[in-house]
């Protein structure tokens, strides 16, 4: 273990070394760009996207995080910089100094706020699963209607922990991004997958044999307001960052914030 472990500190910081130097004036965000219409990468450039690393060929990352990112880079004065960080090494990536915040669509847990400190909710929507159009579970009503069912969440998330809710359900292996989450279900390996409903609508507009199966009140996930919310992750000991990070949201209305998601959904790329 110690051995893997080491490799993996090489790897860090060999991958550091390769990054672009961050200059002074930068606020350094970590998000997977993966996580449509939260974060995702486009290959072009757009008055709402930024480069990734900020470096050339990397691509560029644009979303509703990136929005959330750039106002809070704005209330400091300071140029935003987006770094592409896989879900798994987010909060390390923080807390070794590579980043400055997580803005990645984030749930505010008590395992998490062990390591790391988090501002209020900037998001918050409910669990959904996705199936195929032509699945057996494609009128489902309930929960108890995916009685037996295959399904699948991603590893490391809030998402994964609320599968065993399903009466009889065949809990698949967790899986580390929403691509492969999405592939599982149109290839048929999983019956269902669970979701975010902003991140659900991404996934079925660029998905036509998909379809969002959504809960009324008591007939899906029992969730809390916190399970459903997403919030920004900064270093414990970054409380000024802190405050004015919740500065920034407190002046963010609710039309506002439903604009920006809506915009993003509308002009996320094909594919994402």
Known sequence: MKKVLSLFALL???????????????????????YAPFNWTQVEASETAFLINNEEGTGYCDGYDVQIAK????????????????????????NNGEIDMIVAGMTDTAERRESVS????????????????????????????????????????FHDTVVDQIPSVNHMTPLGSFALLTN?????EADAMVSEYPVALSIVGTNPDLKIIS????????????DTTVS????????????????????????????WMKDAIERQPEGE
Do not use: H
């Open 71 to 94: 106002a809070i880079a704005d209330e400091l004065g300071q140029d935003l910089l987006v770094k592409k960080i896989a879900w798994e090494g987010l909060i390390d990536s923080l």
């Open 184 to 188: 599982s279900v149109v290839n048929g």
């Open 215 to 226: 809960f009324t009140a008591g007939n899906g996930f029992e969730t809390s307001f916190e």
């Open 12 to 34: 860090s910081l060999i991958l550091s070394a390769c990054s672009a130097p961050v200059e002074e004036n930068q606020l350094v965000v970590g998000m997977e760009c993966a």
């Open 118 to 157: 988090f501002s209020t909710p900037y998001y918050q929507s409910d669990l959904v699963l996705i199936v195929r159009n032509d699945s057996t579970y494609a009128n489902a009503l309930s929960l108890q209607d995916f009685n037996g069912a295959t399904v699948v969440a991603q590893k490391g998330t």
């Open 232 to 259: 920004v992750a900064v270093r414990k000991d970054d409380t000024e960052l802190l405050n004015t990070v919740n500065t920034v949201l407190s002046n963010l209305n609710e039309e506002t914030r439903s604009e």
